[in-house]
């Protein structure tokens, strides 16, 4: 059965700073994927979740909450898992720009 842009569900993660080896273009890859989503697949902007880490390592002015931190992955993942709106057969897309992916 095709399920609509609306039972689409989707965490994005993008880390530019890293102490060691920075990257340049993650955070800008993940925007440019969540517009993506919105723009060309129609997909909510509340069913979009996303952690962006900071430009540079050490950035202070980004909301921890908002970070991509070990905790918050595993908060967010949970947080899928227990979200009652979510039904069987819906898709998760997740999508991590940063080292190893």
Known sequence: PHLGPDRIWVVLVG???YS???LHGCITDTLA???YLVDDLLVPRERIQ???GPARYGD???DVS???SRTNIISLLH???E???IEHGDPIIIFFAGHGS
């Open 15 to 17: 880390i530019d700073g």
């Open 20 to 22: 060691q080896y920075p």
């Open 33 to 35: 994927m969540e517009q």
């Open 50 to 52: 996303r952690l962006l």
């Open 60 to 62: 202070t002015t980004t």
């Open 66 to 68: 908002s970070i991509p």
């Open 79 to 81: 947080s899928l898992a």
């Open 83 to 85: 979200n009652p709106n």
